[in-house]
T-cell receptor, first 114, second 112 residues
Framework: EDQVTQSPEALRLQEGESSSLNCSYTVSGLRGLFWYRQDPGKGPEFLFTLYSAGEEKEKERLKATLTKKESFLHITAPKPEDSATYLC???????????????FGQGTTLQVKP | EAQVTQNPRYLITVTGKKLTVTCSQNMNHEYMSWYRQDPGLGLRQIYYSMNVEVTDKGDVPEGYKVSRKEKRNFPLILESPSPNQTSLYFCATKGAHHNEQFFGPGTRLTVL
């Protein structure tokens, strides 16, 4: 069964304290792995797509990496405005090709204190 | 401006009273999808539509129906809502060549 697990569930950091969020996945075939940011009461906002092991993407203080079993979202010198829930999702491939199914992890809620 | 709109944004209803949540996108995207979000369970996909001719079940389709008669609209129908369908619902869309999903603002549904 396709599955996505994120850890930790919650993370509290001091401003400037770098850390990483983990997303472990098991899928029959990976089409893509996605990272989203979600602020309270709002819809998720797209951050990155990763397609193959070894791939890395960066955006401001965020860097996403991918291996065959997991992805990391590294946050360098975070600021209070980085506080949000970060969601990881995978899109699987079946025997017929791409599927429209997207499986989300439960998210990591990040709080950055000034 | 690229937009995904959902209506209503908030709804309180009673068990068994049929309701429809509308979703509309102005990006000319083929793919649309519905999710529900519950504390501790994360985002779970209800239905998705690859295009106006193809609609398929996600992980939690029971108790829901969808309709895709035209590209821009993808309504979510609850024929006989029950309290366990109380949740925050999101509609999303994406283009053919990009995997970035654009999410709507959400509809908070309470079934009494």
């Amino acid at each position: 069964e396709d599955q996505v697990t994120q850890s930790p569930e919650a993370l509290r950091l001091q401003e400037g304290e770098s850390s990483s969020l983990n997303c472990s996945y098991t899928v029959s075939g990976l089409r893509g792995l996605f990272w989203y940011r979600q602020d309270p009461g709002k819809g998720p906002e797209f951050l990155f797509t990763l397609y193959s092991a070894g791939e890395e993407k960066e955006k401001e203080r965020l860097k996403a990496t991918l291996t065959k079993k997991e992805s990391f979202l590294h946050i360098t010198a975070p600021k209070p405005e980085d506080s949000a829930t970060y969601l990881c999702a995978v899109q699987a491939i079946n025997g017929s090709g791409n599927t429209g199914k997207l499986i989300f992890g439960q998210g990591t809620t990040l709080q950055v204190k000034p | 401006e690229a937009q995904v709109t959902q209506n209503p944004r908030y709804l309180i209803t009673v068990t068994g009273k049929k309701l429809t949540v509308t979703c509309s996108q102005n990006m000319n995207h083929e793919y649309m999808s519905w999710y529900r979000q519950d504390p501790g369970l994360g985002l779970r996909q209800i239905y998705y539509s690859m295009n106006v001719e193809v609609t398929d079940k996600g992980d939690v389709p029971e108790g829901y129906k969808v309709s895709r008669k035209e590209k821009r609209n993808f309504p979510l129908i609850l024929e006989s809502p029950s309290p366990n369908q109380t949740s925050l619902y999101f509609c999303a869309t994406k283009g053919a060549h990009h995997n970035e999903q654009f999410f709507g603002p959400g509809t908070r549904l309470t079934v009494l």
